[in-house]
Each structure stands twice: as structure tokens, then as C-alpha cells.
RNA sequence: GGGCGCGUAGCUCAGUGGGAGAGCGCUCGCUUCACACGCGAGAGGUCGCAGGUUCGAAACCCGCCGCGCCCACCA
């Protein structure tokens, strides 16, 4: 078993076995759309376990005789690369610096402040570290025995997927499918970008329910010139029994009085909501309330979103708490205070401009005095002491835990900022995007629902601009008018032979290099794409669509089948299909193959920190590449699965296995005769036949891990039972010579299928054995035919047959077990066996009444007719 | 709150209408002529709980409990 891997990797390479065949037919391929790997971290066990799901399934394509279309990608493009360039040369990123040729990053990274660099500069060695990461990915995959044409390799920020991504992006800009707009975003505070609800995920955190109450505007409370609620509540505040007055509500009203959890944002309070229903508060409806501390005037609405048995039935509206709010402002026509900055603290805003009125402007500066600048935590513990000292903060806040959106590779909370971002419809493309879910064949099945629920919780389009910078940047450029102004609303698009182009460096057509920026000159667009809107097209990059003198996209496109986690339906296989529909009208593949996660033995899923415990390289070291893979393919389609070196022991006993009866099954004995004339040897013959139509069967429908499993089953039975029950025969050839010839023909056959059956799972071992007796390599065989198998047993086998193979099985076990109970070895002789069973079973047994005597060393066996099934046994 | 999946031997899991299974682990035995990186044998389970359908349920239906995941407008 040693060195397998380096020798038949070696010569696969060498021959090209997986190369692809650029001149077959669409109808021949069976095309894949590998998952590119983010090749910024290392790559762990859940890796080895998804991918080689997809190899199995290439390597049965492939025997099928299908022209395997298998590329690899790696994902370099996007925010993980950046974080890792930042922390290994201890860099930053900054735009406005310029570029320096002579570059080289610092051999340690500083202990101190991280080092401003170009944005060119800050690419490259992006570049330069992902190139490295990828050799290494490469090289771990090869020893995996992935089948992947290494010579179809793309990546994600290369040069074909730029132009690939950009190209794309300029038709749905034509289109009208892509739009800019300004409009409030989910926002990473960290990383200052816009992000998508796709990358959105939820944290418990610990927060607290602030009760807050609001003051009734008065009829007099009109101008700046009215009576003054902070002042009045400053005075009333402390009091429990509050006169009637400006802050006491209408009849039937008591306070009004709302909860929250972001306190902090009452600055930015644009309305209050209550449910049309409700009769606490309808008195208020129409009505208006003044913000404490800052006393603006809001008005009191009703909303059939809001919930009455929340809080108070009384909900703040902020520009912008949570996505809630968006909805409502959106609806109803609410203005914009905007308090959050991009860098998440609380920034400037005028109080008294028009849209900051309030009845008391001093006293609202001064009560934001205490806020701005803050972050958002520090502003909400400031603004509850204020609250508190005003008396407007009813009772103590009480600790909830809530669910809180965070960006998933983001630290804090996302929040909601107005700016300006490039979006791709989605939503009016609702109904189609869930009938293209219907169309794709999902295994599992039950798979597609998670995709509906996504498609049907879509809020907003596709926000696909990123404030970053290692990414495929948008291919336009704006006028700037005399005036300085930027003219978002006039994008000029990079000419399709420019691409891919950089705004951020490249000019328009028309303009010179020193314009940039000027008046009547022009901007780049600054933004890159999320790395979704390029890894959405995966088919089309390694289908190299659009690109130079190639047919190759027509030959691969639509492809056979997507391989993926089901953790990222909702981004990977929702844009991809999303993108297929909107620019071919087509589904992106037929088949979407999910696979489960590796999960730690205590079920959690693995960690990052356990899966670099156990690095994959180690592993495949340790077991073997077969071994691994044999465990991986162990994990049913879409199911999780435990890490277990255990099962990985089991495959390289069957490694083993296979290599051992393949030696003892073509060993120089007996010449195979024309044909199998022993009952035994013909059972064997069918059962493999039928074992041929039900593996393949599981491997049509994606399920690699049956396939495997009842090969195996078939496998280990044939070792133990059938293996010793011929021995006899194959051995001693002179008292039997048609029986040798039989049973050498049934073995030779039986081997080849075993082999080929377990090549997609163990490509070295089988590769090795079959190089033995056979030319050419195993994976290039043609995959076992039932109908070969059956043919050898013209005229057809009857019941009896297989019977007789069953009997005398179960017999030689009754034998062992007799001796194993006396504690004598296996060959021990022994004098008489009686089998006491039915007169049917008897008589099938006969026909192999001589490979059980062999086998058990039996001297005579007689037969006692009887219901039940019993071997006396009488050793010698 | 809605949805999906799961619950079978100590562990990992197969089994979808008729006999409760596999591997690992455990115990015992065996230098066996393909294999000691092996071979043989054994112990071990009220199939989550409770109802129903059926001649018959681990499987089908209803409810409940537990676990995991996905989704949600979680003030």
C-alpha cells in the first residue's frame, strides 16, 4: 500500500487520464461546477470529505464513458484574502496612497501600527499569497486522488473571471438589471462596507429592554417658539403622579410609552407605530409626539406590521434600527436622521436645520453633546443615564437576550446606513427563480426547500458593491460635471475590449489621466464586487464564456451537476441559478449535489481551530488517500457526518483486502476454462450481476455512499464465504480440472467487477491491481455491464443455483462455529457433518457438496430431512 | 413563530409493511497454503414516548418529547 499515491498520481499526470477532450459533443460530457475553495485559509477535513463526494461521482462519469469536464477553482478574490494579507505582512490598505514599484513587504510583520500601502501594491501581494496558498491546495488535492483536469484551473480574481464577471456586469447595467442607488444598506461597521442579507447571520446577544416614555405635542408646541418638553419633563420627571399637561396623553391615554433596545437611536426617531387595531393607543393616532431629550415632533401612525403584544403595542421607528424599519419608513414615507456614521459611532448632525427641528434646540445639542462621537454601545449606556436623570426612563431596564444580525465574518452588529451601492434585481424575479428551483434536481431532495425559503424571504435585491478593495472592480466611470459633481446617474461603461479594466487606475476612452477627479473630468467607480457576483458564474469562467475563439462553453453549458454544502444554498447556488437565468435563460446546471458537514465527534460542527488540529495532509499520510476517501464516501448525500479515523482504518482494510484476494484470485493456477459449469461459481455470477444493476442504480441517483455499500457487502461476503469455499477446487486442479478452469474463469470475472466497482472510492489501490493483468488505467475502464454477467450464465441460472451457494455458506459457518466453540483452528479435520433442512435446500445443496468438504475439511457429510435448519458436526 | 431533517446495539450508522441488521468497540478462540494491516466465533437492542391504521408496524398516519439545521418584520 505504500507510495501508491506518488507513483499512480504520477503516471495519471503523465498520460493526462483526466484531461479533458475539447472536442467532444455536449450529449458526451458530463460537466461539473467544482466549488472553488477561499484558498486565503487552509483547508481542512470538511474539505477532503465534500470533495471527494464529487470525485466519486466524476470517476463513475467517467467510466460510464463520459468526457468528464472537471476544473478546479480557487476562490482568491474578496475580503478573507485581504484579512489574511493584512495579518502576514501586518499591511493596510489605503486608496490614497500612491503606488511604489520597488515594494517588498517586511519580512515580520510590525508589532506596531500595520504599514499604509497602495492599492496596487496592496493587490499584488494579494496576488503573490494566494499563489502560493494555491500550489499547496493543489498539491494536497492531487494526493487526494482528485480526478481534476489540472490544465482547466481558474481563479476567481484572475483574468478570465474578471472579464468573465465584468462583462456580465455590463449587460445587466444595459439591461436594466443592475442600478445603483443610494438607499439605506447593511453595513459592517469594521470593515466599512456595504454587505449582502445573504452573508447576514444571527448571534445571540445579551441586551436589555429600555421603557421610554415620549411627550404629547401639543397643539402649541408648533415652532421653535413652544413650550419646552425636555425642560417640562426635567421638572415632572421625578414626580410619580404627573399632572395632566402636555405630557400626559389624551382621554382614555396614559403615557405614551415605548420599549427598546436601542435607546441610542431615539435621536433618530422619525415615528411612532401602533397597530390599526389597537385601542390603547388609536386615541394617539394621527397625532404627534415629542422624542425625549431631543424633542422632535413624530408623528403617531398605524401599521399592520406592528405586533400589539410587544413591548407596549407602541413601537419607535428609526432611521435605521433594524430591517423592520426600512420597511416601515419605506412605506410610509418617512424622512431620513440619519445618526450612525459609517465608522459606526454617532456623527455630527445640525440640530435646528431643516429635518433636525425640535422644541428645543439647546437642549436637544445638548443632550446630543453626550452622544456624538460615541460608539453605539458607549452612546446607549450614556443615553440611559440621561433617560434616568430626566425621569423619562420608566423602571430599570431589564436584560433580555436577543437575536442580533452580524455580518458572518464581522465582529459587531451590523447597522443600516444610507450610501450609495450597485444592486442586481431579485425580487421582481421572484416566481421564476422558484421555478427554476423546481426544474433543478436536488439531492437530497428535500434540499430545495431551503432554497424556496430563501427565495421567499428575499427583502431587497442583491446589494453587490463592496467598499474593499481585492476584488473585481465595477467597469465604469462617471462624469463630473463643472461644478465638482459627480454624475452617478451617467455611468460610462469600459468598452468590452478593454476589459477587465480598473476605473481606479484605468481613464475613460476620451479623457487623459490628469482629469481624474477634476471638474468636467471624470471618477472611477471606487467599489469592487461582493465576491458572490463572481463566484455566481462559475460556469461561465470555467466555461470560458465569451472568451476568445472557444466553443468550449457550448460543450459544458448547462452543466450536469452542481457539488456544494448546504450552508451556502442561499449564496452560492441561489446566485449562480440567479445569474444562469438572467443572462442565458437557463438553469446553471441539471443536478445540485449537497453534501453534509464533517461534524466533531460530540456532534458540534467542526471547528477551525479542531480542523487545523488534524490537518488533511496528515491525515492522508497516516491512512492513506484511500482510506480517507473511503470514510468520506461513508457520508450519505446532505448528511453530516462524525469525524472518525476509525472508518478510515475500515477502508484501508478493504484497500488491503481487494489488493490480497486480487493476488490470491489471478495467481498462476488453473487457465480460466470457456465457460462456468460449477452451480457455485454461476450463483456467484448472478448475485454479482444483480449487485451491478443496484449499484448502479444508487450511483445514477447521486447516492455514492449506497453504491458503496452494497459493493462492499457483496465484497467482504465473497472473501469470506465464497473465497474458501473454492479453495478446493483452485487448488487442487488435478482432481477436478473442469472445476479449476470454472472457478478461475468466475474469479477472473469477479474481480474485474469488484475492481472497477470500488475504483471511484479507492482510485490507488484499484489502479495498482489492475495493473497487474490489465492494460491501460482502470478509471479510463468502462464500468461494469449486468448484461456481460448475465450472458456468461446462458442458459439463464435457476433458483437452484443460488440456493446451493446459500446452504452451503450457511453449513461451512455452522462448521466453524463448532470449531471456533471446540477451539481448534479453521483446518481442524472433521470425521462427519450431518445438515438436517428441507428436502429443497438438500437437494440445491448437493451442487456444492464438494467445495464444502474441501473447504471445512469435512471427510463425510450426510443429509436428515427436517423443517429446521441444524449442522451436527463431529470433529475428528 | 414557520419549515426541513434526525432519534435503531456502548459508538457511527443502514434498514420504509412480514426474519431486528452492519462496521467499529468489547469478550473468547485460531501461526489458516490471498491476507496477523489477518481469520473464526460470541455477548449486546422494550427500534425516543403514547395513540391509530393493518391479519401484521422500526417502517404508514396523528400527537408529544428531545437533538440539529434553515428561514422569519426577534420593537
Not at 405586533?307 to 424622512?335: H, I, N
Request: net charge negative; charged share 25%; proline share 7%.
Amino acid at each position: 500500500m505504500e507510495g501508491l499515491e506518488a507513483k499512480w498520481s504520477e503516471v495519471w499526470e503523465r498520460d493526462g487520464a483526466y484531461r479533458f477532450d475539447r472536442t467532444a459533443t455536449r450529449e458526451q460530457v458530463f460537466s461539473i461546477d467544482t466549488p472553488p475553495p477561499t484558498v486565503s485559509g487552509s483547508l481542512h477535513v470538511g474539505h477532503v470529505f465534500s470533495y471527494t463526494h464529487t470525485d466519486v461521482i466524476a470517476r463513475y462519469q467517467r467510466m460510464r464513458g463520459k468526457v468528464v469536464f472537471y476544473p478546479m477553482g480557487w476562490d482568491d478574490n474578496g475580503l478573507p484574502t485581504e484579512r489574511r494579507v493584512q495579518n502576514h505582512y501586518g499591511v493596510r490598505c489605503d486608496p490614497s496612497v500612491d503606488y511604489d514599484p520597488r515594494f517588498t513587504p517586511p519580512a515580520e510583520p510590525s508589532e506596531k501600527e500595520p504599514l499604509s500601502i497602495s492599492r496596487p501594491n496592496f493587490v499584488e501581494l494579494c496576488l503573490q499569497l494566494t499563489e502560493s496558498d494555491e500550489q499547496a491546495f493543489e498539491a494536497l488535492w492531487r494526493t487526494l486522488g482528485l480526478s481534476v483536469d489540472w490544465s482547466t484551473t481558474y481563479t476567481t480574481i484572475g483574468r478570465v473571471a474578471q472579464r468573465v464577471s465584468q462583462r456580465s456586469f455590463l449587460e445587466l447595467l444595459a439591461r436594466g438589471e443592475a442600478y445603483q442607488l443610494q438607499a439605506p444598506t447593511l453595513w459592517d461597521v469594521d470593515f466599512q462596507t456595504a454587505v449582502a442579507q445573504a452573508e447576514l447571520e444571527d448571534r445571540e446577544r445579551p441586551g436589555a429592554m429600555h421603557r421610554v416614555r415620549f411627550a404629547r405635542a401639543s397643539e402649541g408646541d408648533g415652532g421653535a417658539a413652544g413650550a419646552a418638553p425636555r425642560g417640562e419633563a426635567e421638572a415632572d420627571g421625578p414626580e410619580a403622579d404627573r399632572p395632566g399637561g402636555a405630557n400626559a396623553a389624551g382621554p382614555g391615554v396614559g403615557d405614551i410609552l415605548i420599549e427598546t433596545t436601542r435607546p441610542e437611536l431615539i435621536p433618530a426617531c422619525v415615528a411612532l407605530l401602533t397597530h390599526p387595531d389597537d385601542a390603547r393607543w388609536s386615541a394617539l393616532v394621527g397625532g404627534e409626539a415629542l422624542t425625549p431629550l431631543f424633542g422632535t415632533r413624530v408623528p403617531v401612525l398605524a401599521h399592520p406590521l406592528v405586533e400589539p403584544d410587544k413591548g407596549t403595542g407602541l413601537v419607535m421607528v428609526c432611521t435605521f434600527g433594524d430591517l423592520t424599519d426600512v420597511t416601515w419608513w419605506r412605506e410610509l414615507s418617512l424622512p431620513v436622521r440619519a445618526v450612525l456614521g459609517e465608522d459606526g459611532r454617532l456623527r455630527e448632525v445640525p440640530w435646528g436645520a431643516p429635518g433636525w427641528e425640535s422644541v428645543d434646540v439647546a437642549g436637544a445639542r445638548a443632550s446630543y453633546g453626550e452622544l456624538v462621537g460615541r460608539s453605539v454601545n458607549q452612546a446607549r449606556r450614556r443615553i440611559v443615564e440621561l433617560l434616568s436623570e430626566s425621569g423619562e426612563l420608566i423602571g430599570e431596564p431589564e436584560p433580555v437576550n436577543r437575536a442580533v444580525k452580524f455580518f458572518e465574518k464581522g465582529e459587531r452588529p451590523v447597522e443600516i446606513v444610507t450610501s450609495r451601492q450597485w444592486f442586481f434585481k431579485t425580487v421582481a424575479h421572484r416566481e421564476e427563480l422558484l421555478a427554476r428551483g423546481v426544474e433543478l434536481q436536488w439531492h437530497p431532495h428535500y434540499m430545495r426547500a431551503r432554497y424556496e425559503d430563501w427565495v421567499n424571504g428575499l427583502t431587497g435585491d442583491w446589494c453587490v458593491s463592496r467598499q474593499r478593495f481585492f476584488g473585481v472592480p465595477f467597469p465604469v466611470w462617471y462624469e463630473i460635471d463643472g461644478s465638482g459633481t459627480v454624475l452617478y446617474e451617467r455611468p460610462i461603461p469600459a468598452e468590452e475590449a478593454r476589459l477587465p479594466v480598473d476605473p481606479s487606475t484605468d481613464v475613460p476612452d476620451g479623457y487623459a489621466p490628469e482629469q481624474r477627479g477634476q471638474p468636467g473630468g471624470f471618477a472611477g467607480d471606487p467599489d469592487v464586487m461582493d465576491t458572490w457576483a463572481t463566484s455566481s458564474l462559475t460556469p461561465q469562467i470555467a466555461g470560458m464564456a465569451g472568451e476568445d475563439a472557444s466553443d468550449l462553453l457550448a460543450r459544458v453549458f448547462p452543466m450536469d451537476m452542481r457539488p456544494q454544502a448546504h450552508d451556502i444554498i442561499r449564496t452560492w447556488l441561489f446566485t449562480t441559478v440567479l445569474r444562469s437565468h438572467l443572462e442565458r435563460d437557463s438553469l446553471p446546471w441539471r443536478v445540485a449535489a449537497l453534501s453534509g458537514w464533517v461534524l466533531d465527534p460530540d456532534r458540534k460542527k467542526m471547528s477551525k481551530s479542531k480542523g487545523n488540529v488534524v490537518t488533511p495532509m496528515h491525515l492522508l499520510e497516516e491512512h492513506g488517500a484511500d482510506a480517507v476517501r473511503y470514510w468520506a464516501a461513508n457520508g450519505r448525500p446532505g448528511t453530516d457526518t462524525a469525524f472518525d479515523p476509525q472508518q478510515m482504518k475500515v477502508g484501508r482494510r478493504l484497500a488491503v483486502k481487494l489488493l490480497n484476494a486480487s493476488k490470491f484470485a489471478l495467481a498462476d493456477l488453473p487457465p480460466a476454462g470457456e465457460r462456468l459449469t460449477s452451480a457455485i461459481d454461476r450463483a456467484l455470477i448472478a448475485r454479482l450481476a444483480a449487485t451491478v444493476e443496484d449499484v448502479t442504480r444508487s450511483f445514477e441517483d447521486y447516492d455514492y455512499a449506497r453504491a458503496l455499500q452494497h459493493t462492499e457487502e457483496l465484497f467482504w461476503w465473497f472473501c469470506d464465504y465464497y473465497l474458501e469455499l473454492v479453495k478446493g477446487r483452485r487448488y487442487d486442479s488435478a482432481g477436478d480440472p473442469e472445476g479449476a478452469a470454472s472457478v478461475s474463469r468466475a474469479l477472473r470475472l469477479a474481480v474485474s467487477v469488484f475492481q472497477r466497482l470500488l475504483a471511484p472510492f479507492l482510485p490507488f489501490v484499484c489502479e495498482e491491481v489492475w495493473s497487474w493483468w490489465q492494460p491501460g488505467s482502470i478509471h479510463l475502464a468502462q464500468w461494469p455491464d449486468a448484461a456481460d454477467l448475465w450472458a456468461e450464465l446462458e442458459p439463464a441460472a435457476d433458483a437452484t443455483e443460488d440456493e446451493a451457494l446459500t446452504v452451503a455458506a450457511e453449513v461451512l459457518s455452522e462448521v466453524r462455529k463448532a470449531k471456533s466453540e471446540a477451539r481448534r483452528p479453521m483446518r481442524a479435520p472433521v470425521e462427519q457433518i450431518r445438515v438436517h433442512d428441507t428436502p429443497a435446500r438438500l437437494q440445491a445443496l448437493q451442487l456444492g457438496l464438494g467445495d464444502l468438504r474441501a473447504a471445512g475439511a469435512i471427510e463425510r457429510i450426510e443429509s436428515v430431512e427436517s423443517d429446521e435448519f441444524a449442522v451436527e458436526v463431529e470433529l475428528a
